[in-house]
Protein backbone atom coordinates (compact mmCIF):
# COMPACT_ATOMS: atom_id res chain seq x y z
CA UNK A 1 0.00 0.00 0.00
CA UNK A 2 1.72 3.56 -0.74
CA UNK A 3 1.31 6.27 1.05
CA UNK A 4 1.64 10.10 0.41
CA UNK A 5 3.66 11.70 3.09
CA UNK A 6 1.75 14.70 2.04
CA UNK A 7 4.70 17.03 2.20
CA UNK A 8 5.64 18.37 -1.29
CA UNK A 9 8.79 16.61 -2.72
CA UNK A 10 8.71 13.84 0.30
CA UNK A 11 8.99 10.89 -0.89
CA UNK A 12 5.77 8.25 -0.43
CA UNK A 13 6.12 5.30 1.74
CA UNK A 14 4.78 2.01 1.34
CA UNK A 15 3.59 -0.59 4.61
CA UNK A 16 5.23 -3.52 5.06
CA UNK A 17 5.32 -6.60 7.69
CA UNK A 18 8.57 -8.05 8.16
CA UNK A 19 9.32 -10.85 11.19
CA UNK A 20 12.52 -10.04 12.52
CA UNK A 21 14.02 -12.16 15.23
CA UNK A 22 10.94 -13.30 15.98
CA UNK A 23 9.04 -10.14 16.25
CA UNK A 24 6.47 -8.90 13.99
CA UNK A 25 7.37 -5.35 12.68
CA UNK A 26 4.73 -3.34 10.55
CA UNK A 27 6.79 -0.58 9.24
CA UNK A 28 6.58 2.35 6.96
CA UNK A 29 9.39 2.33 4.16
CA UNK A 30 10.72 4.37 1.10
CA UNK A 31 10.20 2.36 -1.92
CA UNK A 32 14.16 2.08 -2.20
CA UNK A 33 15.47 1.46 1.27
CA UNK A 34 17.72 -1.67 1.20
CA UNK A 35 16.76 -4.50 3.86
CA UNK A 36 20.29 -3.71 5.55
CA UNK A 37 19.66 0.16 6.04
CA UNK A 38 16.01 -0.79 7.28
CA UNK A 39 17.66 -2.98 9.82
CA UNK A 40 20.91 -0.89 10.98
CA UNK A 41 19.17 2.92 10.53
CA UNK A 42 15.51 2.42 11.26
CA UNK A 43 15.75 -0.84 13.47
CA UNK A 44 19.25 -0.09 15.31
CA UNK A 45 20.41 -3.91 14.57
CA UNK A 46 23.83 -2.75 13.73
CA UNK A 47 25.27 -5.89 14.30
CA UNK A 48 24.43 -6.75 10.55
CA UNK A 49 27.30 -4.40 8.90
CA UNK A 50 27.98 -2.22 5.88
CA UNK A 51 30.76 -3.58 3.91
CA UNK A 52 31.27 -3.01 0.26
CA UNK A 53 27.21 -1.96 -0.47
CA UNK A 54 27.36 -4.02 -3.79
CA UNK A 55 26.63 -7.53 -2.58
CA UNK A 56 30.66 -8.18 -3.02
CA UNK A 57 31.66 -8.72 0.65
CA UNK A 58 28.88 -10.86 2.47
CA UNK A 59 29.46 -8.58 5.66
CA UNK A 60 25.56 -7.83 5.17
CA UNK A 61 24.45 -11.28 5.24
CA UNK A 62 20.92 -11.88 6.60
CA UNK A 63 18.89 -15.14 6.54
CA UNK A 64 15.40 -14.41 5.16
CA UNK A 65 13.16 -17.25 5.49
CA UNK A 66 16.29 -19.67 5.94
CA UNK A 67 18.11 -18.63 3.35
CA UNK A 68 21.44 -16.33 3.30
CA UNK A 69 21.21 -13.21 1.65
CA UNK A 70 23.24 -10.07 1.09
CA UNK A 71 21.12 -7.43 2.48
CA UNK A 72 22.63 -5.06 1.00
CA UNK A 73 21.23 -6.00 -2.34
CA UNK A 74 17.55 -6.77 -1.48
CA UNK A 75 14.75 -4.14 -1.05
CA UNK A 76 13.02 -4.01 2.12
CA UNK A 77 9.91 -3.52 0.00
CA UNK A 78 10.63 -6.91 -1.77
CA UNK A 79 10.80 -8.75 1.55
CA UNK A 80 7.25 -8.40 2.73
CA UNK A 81 6.46 -10.78 4.56
CA UNK A 82 9.51 -12.76 5.45
CA UNK A 83 10.81 -13.95 8.66
CA UNK A 84 14.59 -12.09 8.82
CA UNK A 85 17.13 -13.37 11.13
CA UNK A 86 20.30 -10.92 11.77
CA UNK A 87 23.41 -12.08 13.99
CA UNK A 88 21.48 -10.47 17.12
CA UNK A 89 18.71 -13.16 16.53
CA UNK A 90 20.85 -16.42 15.83
CA UNK A 91 20.98 -17.52 19.48
CA UNK A 92 17.53 -16.85 19.70
CA UNK A 93 17.13 -18.96 16.12
CA UNK A 94 19.47 -21.50 17.14
CA UNK A 95 21.02 -21.52 20.43
CA UNK A 96 18.50 -22.62 23.94
CA UNK A 97 17.43 -20.85 27.19
CA UNK A 98 19.95 -17.56 26.02
CA UNK A 99 22.75 -19.26 25.15
CA UNK A 100 24.99 -18.44 22.18
CA UNK A 101 24.15 -20.45 19.22
CA UNK A 102 26.36 -23.18 18.47
CA UNK A 103 28.17 -21.34 15.83
CA UNK A 104 28.70 -18.31 17.56
CA UNK A 105 30.45 -21.01 20.50
CA UNK A 106 32.52 -22.59 17.54
CA UNK A 107 33.79 -18.59 16.67
CA UNK A 108 34.56 -18.00 20.17
CA UNK A 109 36.33 -21.44 20.96
CA UNK A 110 38.40 -21.96 17.35
CA UNK A 111 39.13 -17.62 17.55
CA UNK A 112 37.30 -17.26 14.65
CA UNK A 113 37.76 -13.42 13.71
CA UNK A 114 40.09 -10.97 14.66
CA UNK A 115 38.80 -7.45 14.16
CA UNK A 116 35.30 -8.53 14.04
CA UNK A 117 33.98 -6.83 11.21
CA UNK A 118 32.75 -9.60 9.10
CA UNK A 119 32.00 -11.89 11.77
CA UNK A 120 27.73 -11.79 11.64
CA UNK A 121 27.76 -12.27 8.16
CA UNK A 122 29.81 -15.10 8.63
CA UNK A 123 28.00 -16.69 11.09
CA UNK A 124 24.52 -16.06 9.33
CA UNK A 125 25.93 -17.21 6.28
CA UNK A 126 27.56 -20.51 7.88
CA UNK A 127 24.17 -21.02 9.31
CA UNK A 128 22.17 -20.66 5.89
CA UNK A 129 25.20 -22.61 4.27
CA UNK A 130 24.65 -25.47 6.89
CA UNK A 131 20.78 -25.45 6.84
CA UNK A 132 21.58 -26.14 3.10
CA UNK A 133 23.14 -29.30 3.57
CA UNK A 134 25.20 -28.83 0.37
CA UNK A 135 28.54 -28.43 2.18
CA UNK A 136 30.00 -31.83 3.83
CA UNK A 137 34.12 -31.10 3.28
CA UNK A 138 36.32 -28.12 3.93
CA UNK A 139 36.88 -27.56 0.34
CA UNK A 140 32.88 -27.46 0.01
CA UNK A 141 32.85 -25.26 3.15
CA UNK A 142 35.33 -22.81 1.57
CA UNK A 143 33.61 -22.54 -1.77
CA UNK A 144 30.00 -21.83 -0.12
CA UNK A 145 31.40 -18.88 2.32
CA UNK A 146 33.54 -17.68 -0.38
CA UNK A 147 31.17 -14.60 -1.30
CA UNK A 148 31.88 -13.63 2.84
CA UNK A 149 35.31 -11.49 2.80
CA UNK A 150 37.52 -11.48 5.73
CA UNK A 151 40.01 -8.88 5.40
CA UNK A 152 42.12 -10.64 8.61
CA UNK A 153 42.85 -13.72 7.24
CA UNK A 154 40.62 -15.83 9.54
CA UNK A 155 39.57 -18.25 6.87
CA UNK A 156 41.42 -21.33 8.65
CA UNK A 157 39.57 -20.56 12.15
CA UNK A 158 36.77 -19.62 10.36
CA UNK A 159 36.46 -23.22 8.77
CA UNK A 160 37.03 -24.92 11.61
CA UNK A 161 34.42 -23.46 13.80
CA UNK A 162 31.96 -24.57 10.78
CA UNK A 163 33.53 -27.79 10.48
CA UNK A 164 32.85 -28.67 14.23
CA UNK A 165 29.28 -27.65 14.10
CA UNK A 166 28.48 -29.07 11.07
CA UNK A 167 30.44 -32.46 12.65
CA UNK A 168 27.92 -32.26 15.90
CA UNK A 169 25.01 -31.71 13.96
CA UNK A 170 24.12 -28.60 16.57
CA UNK A 171 23.04 -26.22 13.95
CA UNK A 172 19.75 -25.21 12.39
Avoid at 149 to 156: E, K, P, Q, S, V
Wanted: with cysteine; glycine share 12%.
Amino acid sequence: MLIDSGSPGAPATIGISLTINGEVRELQVAPWTTLLDLLREDLDLTGTKKGCDHGQCGACTVLVNGTRINSCLALAVMKDGAEVVTVEGLAKHGGQDGAMHPLQAAFVERDAFQCGYCTPGQLCSAAGMIAEGHATSREEIREAMSGNICRCGAYTNIVDAIEDVMHAGAAR
